[in-house]
């Protein structure tokens, strides 16, 4: 065997390279951007959880973080929270 | 004094460190190269999506061109990452081996929506359902349509998810996973699966696996015509280059081992091709396991005879290259498969023995199968048997 002709390869580094975190939901351009006409969140987060295919209420549940405001379904228009409504008008 | 290939300071750390080091680093040998360029190639072709399949055998170092070939991507497409944040570079899964006989694409597409970062994938609805709002009922006022039934929501969730996030390629690690099934589904539809997921999404989907893979190839004209092969070969001995090269990366991991005394494995370099068959990842598993041992023994080099503890046995090594071999075969383009192709389009066969070129054309006959009850198709004997 000779060993004069050995030669030796180069190593590869296999660190993954550290990139920007990605958005958790997917980038869609709400309707009308910049117009007067632009679409409304409501509206807008319907299509982004069609396009996530969940309803709109479990993405505002689980998605959507919490704020002072009280917790409530925003798409929910049951005789419940109607009630509620009328009560609140009232006084 | 041995020359060091490792950092000098990695033999004062503990045998996890120098375990470690010697586990992560990756020798860009010469047929390792050759299929990265080859796979950045196909990737970034602009025919839009395809199907690449990438196969070699076991233990050659398929996933480490898979994790290669990701950091090339990342990096190549930085720019791009830092002013979209909605994009994902590239994606990878590894397809399970079904528990049953069955292959399962529920399960497949619940890992394909973990690859991608997909949020709540438990409350995947379907389409109808998310359009009616309220899915019909019968009259007993049970749901007709079951909202998380079946696996047809979370494919159309996957399709969205590709088609959103735009992944550069989507690799499938352990692809020979989908040939597994019972006997009533084929092969073609498998396939047709993901097939139809890579056109809907427009995205390139890289299957990888051993050369189970290989029935997959070219199942229709379609199919071929979107289909890119890679072949990730081992070193052969019987190829002088490939011995030399097999001998360097084999030279290259002894001067990686951190241990203080000098590994010589050349003198042992048979034994080692026999063991692994070729496939560098196999030497460097190996080597990982020597080096540990050698540690555990407080040997400063690994010698022949922790080689021979750690090596695989002859059983298992042989029915690797058997595998391998077989494997090979199937892949490697014959004149015969060229002369079969000229006869199918009328050209006239290439080889100067045009004879025995037209004999091995005949594909061999199909076994007809015969009905219950059917004869087969002889004359039979009339009239009286005479007494002799």
């Given at each position: 065997?000779?060993?004069?002709?050995?030669?030796?390869?180069?190593?590869?580094?296999?660190?993954?390279?550290?990139?920007?975190?990605?958005?958790?939901?997917?980038?869609?351009?709400?309707?009308?951007?910049?117009?007067?006409?632009?679409?409304?969140?409501?509206?807008?987060?319907?299509?982004v959880?069609?396009?996530?295919?969940?309803?709109?209420?479990?993405?505002?549940h689980?998605?959507?973080?919490?704020?002072?405001a009280?917790?409530?379904?925003?798409?929910?228009?049951?005789?419940?929270?109607?009630?509620?409504?009328?009560?609140?008008?009232?006084? | 004094?041995?020359?060091?290939?490792?950092?000098?300071?990695?033999?004062?750390?503990?045998?996890?460190?120098?375990?470690?080091?010697?586990?992560?680093?990756?020798?860009?040998?010469?047929l390792?190269?050759?299929a990265?360029?080859?796979?950045?190639?196909?990737?970034?072709?602009?025919?839009?999506?395809?199907?690449?399949?990438?196969?070699g055998?076991?233990?050659?170092?398929?996933?480490?061109l898979?994790?290669?070939?990701?950091?090339?991507?990342?990096?190549?497409?930085?720019?791009?990452l830092?002013?979209?944040?909605?994009?994902?570079p590239?994606?990878?899964?590894?397809?399970?081996?079904?528990?049953?006989?069955?292959?399962?694409?529920?399960?497949?597409?619940?890992?394909?929506?973990?690859?991608?970062?997909?949020?709540?994938?438990?409350?995947?609805?379907?389409?109808?359902?998310?359009?009616?709002?309220?899915?019909?009922?019968?009259?007993?006022?049970?749901?007709?349509?079951?909202?998380?039934a079946?696996?047809?929501?979370?494919?159309?969730?996957?399709?969205?998810?590709?088609?959103?996030?735009?992944?550069?390629?989507?690799?499938?690690?352990?692809?020979?996973?989908?040939?597994?099934?019972?006997?009533?589904?084929?092969?073609?539809?498998?396939?047709?699966?993901?097939?139809?997921?890579a056109?809907?999404?427009?995205?390139?989907?890289?299957l990888?696996?051993?050369?189970?893979?290989?029935?997959?190839?070219?199942?229709?004209?379609?199919?071929?015509?979107?289909?890119?092969?890679?072949?990730?070969?081992?070193?052969?001995?019987?190829?002088?280059?490939?011995?030399?090269?097999?001998?360097?990366?084999?030279?290259?991991?002894?001067?990686h081992l951190?241990?203080?005394?000098?590994?010589?494995?050349?003198?042992?370099?048979?034994?080692?091709?026999?063991?692994?068959?070729?496939?560098?990842?196999?030497?460097?598993?190996?080597?990982?396991?020597?080096?540990?041992?050698?540690?555990?023994?407080?040997?400063?080099?690994?010698?022949?005879?922790?080689?021979?503890?750690?090596?695989?046995?002859?059983?298992?090594?042989?029915?690797?290259?058997?595998?391998?071999?077989?494997?090979?075969?199937?892949?490697?383009?014959?004149?015969?498969?060229?002369?079969?192709?000229?006869?199918?389009?009328?050209?006239?066969t290439?080889?100067?023995?045009?004879?025995?070129?037209?004999?091995?054309?005949n594909?061999?006959?199909?076994?007809?199968?015969?009905?219950?009850?059917?004869r087969?198709?002889?004359?039979?004997?009339?009239?009286?048997?005479?007494?002799a």
């Amino acid at each position: 065997m000779r060993n004069d002709d050995l030669a030796t390869y180069e190593t590869w580094d296999m660190t993954a390279p550290v990139i920007p975190p990605r958005s958790r939901l997917f980038h869609i351009n709400p309707v009308g951007l910049g117009t007067p006409l632009v679409e409304c969140l409501t509206s807008y987060i319907s299509r982004v959880a069609q396009a996530h295919s969940i309803s709109p209420g479990a993405l505002q549940h689980h998605e959507v973080p919490k704020s002072g405001a009280p917790r409530q379904n925003i798409f929910s228009c049951g005789i419940k929270s109607r009630a509620r409504w009328r009560a609140r008008s009232r006084t | 004094m041995p020359d060091y290939a490792f950092p000098r300071e990695l033999l004062d750390q503990p045998p996890e460190a120098r375990l470690g080091y010697f586990k992560s680093f990756t020798i860009a040998h010469p047929l390792l190269k050759e299929a990265d360029a080859a796979l950045i190639q196909a990737i970034q072709e602009p025919a839009g999506w395809s199907l690449i399949f990438v196969y070699g055998p076991t233990g050659v170092g398929k996933t480490t061109l898979r994790r290669r070939v990701e950091k090339h991507l990342k990096e190549s497409m930085m720019e791009v990452l830092r002013q979209d944040p909605g994009l994902v570079p590239v994606a990878s899964m590894e397809a399970a081996a079904p528990d049953s006989s069955q292959f399962s694409w529920k399960d497949y597409y619940r890992r394909a929506l973990i690859a991608l970062d997909e949020p709540l994938i438990d409350r995947k609805l379907t389409c109808q359902v998310r359009s009616s709002f309220r899915d019909a009922r019968d009259t007993f006022g049970r749901a007709l349509t079951d909202p998380r039934a079946a696996g047809l929501e979370i494919r159309l969730a996957l399709e969205s998810a590709l088609i959103h996030r735009r992944p550069a390629a989507f690799f499938i690690d352990e692809a020979q996973h989908l040939a597994k099934m019972k006997s009533g589904r084929k092969l073609q539809d498998q396939l047709d699966s993901i097939k139809s997921l890579a056109s809907l999404a427009n995205t390139v989907h890289v299957l990888v696996g051993t050369y189970e893979l290989l029935p997959f190839r070219n199942l229709s004209a379609q199919l071929s015509r979107r289909s890119i092969d890679i072949h990730f070969p081992r070193y052969r001995a019987e190829k002088s280059e490939d011995y030399t090269a097999f001998r360097n990366a084999v030279f290259t991991l002894q001067r990686h081992l951190p241990l203080t005394g000098d590994s010589d494995l050349l003198p042992h370099l048979e034994y080692c091709y026999e063991r692994s068959i070729g496939c560098v990842g196999l030497v460097k598993d190996w080597l990982t396991r020597a080096l540990a041992l050698a540690m555990n023994q407080n040997a400063n080099a690994v010698n022949v005879r922790i080689l021979e503890k750690t090596a695989w046995s002859l059983d298992q090594s042989e029915r690797m290259a058997r595998e391998t071999v077989d494997g090979e075969s199937d892949v490697s383009e014959k004149e015969e498969k060229r002369d079969r192709l000229r006869h199918l389009l009328r050209l006239g066969t290439t080889s100067s023995a045009t004879a025995p070129a037209a004999a091995r054309v005949n594909p061999p006959a199909r076994h007809v199968r015969q009905r219950v009850g059917q004869r087969k198709p002889v004359r039979d004997l009339v009239g009286v048997a005479k007494e002799a």
